[in-house]
């Protein structure tokens, strides 16, 4: 089939890539002209596994980028993938979306037949419908359920397997009240459901806004709870791993996103959270789970530099921050809880020197007057301290490393660090 991207962000690409791969001929939309270069010359615009792989087969043949709206025309469904950024108030800007939705509109009263549009970002409930779908008719003189069809299509792709995570989903959802829609969905994702046992959710288009929202808040809440009760195992020197490893063995609890520590970060659970308890306060509903989800989370860094306080007074010392990263394997540091770890050691007035694999460059626009150094054993020599925010593997074989600290305080945030004898070590919830 010949499809549309509008949008090459992190799920346009990744999305536009993968659908080439299946077989079809993609045509990735977006306004900026070096990004669309860059696809048509073979390279990735973000990197995430697998991808560039995939660019460099596709691009500029079945993959084709281009600032040029007109060429949706000649494409049978077009997918918006643009961004929907928080507000102040944590609700979600349509700015880009609404225009993205109007220049499409406008590209489609020239075409003669019909489209289906399926929303990719992810936007609250009601959006597709109340917003978007009326913005595509008017622009583009076509009738909704006639010669115009709606859907929504969320995704549920993860940083640093993203590509893994599209080609092999548990579930791809359908949202949408039309059935040409329904159909056209299905040929799309064809190439893919016929080699993979992924549940195919047919629903509404609210519906499947919700989804979206439903599984980043369950998993974000189910952490929150986690770290919750793992600063309760904390207290009475419970190993909360032990405990998560066998609620995990119950069906209804399931063994993943039990890791307690310092927090969940990224560029989705907390917007998404955000966006969600913004929609219910507009409707006059307090989701006071969610509140207290999102409470639990600020508090873990808190916890993380009090638990540093009880050993040693960081004032004017070196402090070691191992991990930058919201998550290992990704150079991504938005909402990663290594900004407020690191703004609390400098509201203490420590000198923090600071180490990540990947993520170093990203962090420094956050905080240009830190210390970046190569290697976690040079965060570590003379340190009087150090915390460790994101579970790279590598920080696991760390040992000797820590005889070179002044003060071997260790505290541990991700529980990838080996207890051993000549460290004070403290997990952060064991
Ligand atoms: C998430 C969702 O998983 C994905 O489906 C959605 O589309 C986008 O948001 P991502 O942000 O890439 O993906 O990260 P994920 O691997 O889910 O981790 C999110 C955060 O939770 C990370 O900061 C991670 O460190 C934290 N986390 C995760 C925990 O603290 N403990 C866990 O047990 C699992």
Redesign the pocket.
């Known amino acids: 089939m010949n499809l549309s991207i509008v949008g090459s962000g992190y799920v346009g690409t990744t999305v536009a890539a993968c659908f080439a791969d299946l077989g079809h001929n993609v045509t990735n939309v977006d306004i900026d002209e070096s990004i669309v270069a860059r696809i048509n010359d073979g390279g990735a615009p973000i990197h995430e596994p697998g991808l560039d792989d995939l660019v460099a087969e596709y691009g500029g043949d079945r993959l084709r980028a281009t600032t040029d709206y007109d060429t949706i025309r000649e494409t049978d469904v077009t997918f918006l993938a643009l961004p929907t950024p928080s507000r102040d108030d944590g609700s979600i800007d349509l700015g880009a979306m609404e225009a993205g939705a109007r220049s499409l509109g406008a590209t489609l009263a020239e075409k003669d037949g019909d489209h289906v549009v399926v929303v990719k970002s992810t936007v609250v409930p009601g959006t597709t419908e109340e917003t978007l779908a009326p913005i595509l008719a008017e622009e583009s003189g076509k009738a909704l359920g006639e010669d115009l069809h709606v859907a929504m299509n969320p995704?549920?792709?993860?940083?640093?397997s993203a590509v893994e995570?599209f080609l092999h989903p548990d579930k791809v959802v359908f949202g949408t009240d039309s059935e040409t829609a329904t159909e056209r969905l299905h040929a799309v994702f064809e190439p893919l459901l016929d080699h993979s046992d992924a549940d195919v959710v047919e629903t509404g288009t609210r519906e499947a806004e919700m989804i979206k929202y439903a599984?980043?808040a369950f998993?974000?809440t189910k952490?929150s709870l986690?770290n919750e009760l793992g600063n309760v195992c904390k207290e009475y020197d419970v190993d909360a791993y032990e405990v998560a490893d066998a609620i995990g063995l119950d069906d209804r609890i399931g063994e993943?996103?039990?890791?307690?520590?310092?927090?969940?970060?990224?560029?989705?659970?907390p917007k998404d959270v955000a966006a969600l308890i913004a929609a219910a306060r507009a409707v006059e509903y307090e989701p006071s789970l969610l509140e207290a989800a999102v409470e639990v989370n600020d508090k873990q860094p808190k916890r993380l530099l009090d638990l540093l306080d009880s050993h040693v007074d960081v004032a004017g010392k070196q402090v070691a921050v191992l991990g930058l990263s919201?998550?290992p394997g990704?150079d991504d540091v938005r909402n990663s809880?290594a900004i407020p770890v690191i703004e609390g050691l400098l509201d203490r007035n420590a000198e923090v020197v600071a180490y990540d694999p990947v993520a170093a460059e990203n962090m420094r626009e956050h905080f240009p007057d830190i210390e970046y150094v190569n290697s976690a054993a040079a965060t570590l020599e003379d340190a009087h301290g150090a915390v460790v925010v994101t579970?790279w593997d590598e920080f696991a074989a760390l040992d000797q490393e820590f005889d070179a600290m002044a003060d071997a305080v260790v505290v541990d945030g991700r529980r990838i660090i080996e207890r051993r004898d000549g460290i004070t070590y403290e997990g952060l919830t064991w």
């Not at 995704?155 to 640093?160: S, T, V």
């Open positions: 995704e549920f792709l993860r940083e640093g995570d599984n980043n998993l974000a952490v986690v993943q996103f039990l890791r307690s520590g310092v927090g969940w970060g990224g560029s989705c659970f919201f998550k990704t809880r579970d």
